[in-house]
């Protein structure tokens, strides 16, 4: 069964590396365990492609439709959103789903405040431009400051790019309130296959813990708390967020 991977925002599939190390070391088939990459974030930005929420969820459903069976889905940040909103339209696709950023569908949920500063016209852009464009080690050191591990941030920061700015402001000024309230009317749909939230006690920026646990209870997803751990939680602990993934597995394949 493929565990398929999906990251977010500014980030590369090396964000994965710890986690699915891991999940190696637990005896899972490197084979199976596969990492997709949002196009602009580690993957080329197909002219044509406007990067936006609907257009990530279209992208995902397209490539889900490439595995000869349901996979087990999971999504961090943005790869969260992306996962929710794919296996609300098509959750054939899956046969499991986890996703740590189930709060951004809470109607009451607010953006944080960078990424208001992304859906701002001109102060977008001007911080993209030197975000991306910074030398490759302030964009490390920023990673850090931000809460990445340190042992994967380089190589993060190594796929940040131009590209990657275009594609976060096209991502973030398509997710207004109301496009995100729309999505989220039909979070109900997701209970349709198994569901895991991970909540990690001290990542802000992805709703409260009450804004995660109201998703949760109408995807009827089970929660799992990483107490203590931040947004960037696999890149920290790695080892506890694959005990917790194999677990939740290991209860499909029981039945």
């Known amino acids: 069964m493929p565990a398929v991977f999906v990251h977010g925002n500014p980030e590369t599939a090396a964000v994965w590396d710890l986690l699915i190390a891991e999940l190696e070391a637990a005896g899972t088939a490197p084979d199976d365990l596969v990492r997709l990459s949002p196009p602009g974030f580690g993957a080329p930005l197909p002219d044509g492609f406007g990067a936006t929420v609907r257009e990530y969820r279209d992208w995902l459903i397209g490539e889900l439709t490439r595995f000869a069976e349901p996979v087990d889905l999971v999504g961090h940040d ?8 794919a296996v609300m339209s098509r959750p054939d696709l899956v046969r499991s789903w986890a996703s740590d950023t189930i709060g951004v569908y809470d109607p009451e949920h607010v953006w944080h405040e960078l990424a208001r500063r992304w859906q701002t016209p001109g102060v977008g852009e001007a911080d993209v431009a030197e975000r991306f464009g910074a030398p490759l080690e302030r964009r490390i050191a920023t990673l850090v400051e931000r809460g990445m591990g340190e042992a994967v941030a380089e190589r993060v920061a190594e796929g940040q790019n131009e590209a990657m700015g275009r594609a976060v402001i096209a991502l973030y000024t398509s997710a207004t309130r109301s496009v995100m309230n729309e999505l989220g009317r039909d979070l109900e749909n997701a209970a349709q296959r198994p569901g895991l939230v991970l909540l990690a006690t001290e990542d802000h920026v992805v709703g409260t813990v009450e804004q995660r646990r109201r998703g949760a209870r109408r995807a009827g997803a089970r929660v799992e708390v990483l107490d203590g751990l931040g947004h960037w939680w696999m890149t920290h602990d790695p080892r506890r967020g694959a005990e917790v993934l194999t677990r939740f597995w290991a209860s499909l394949d029981r039945g």
């Open 78 to 85: 943005w790869g969260g959103g992306h996962v929710l909103n």
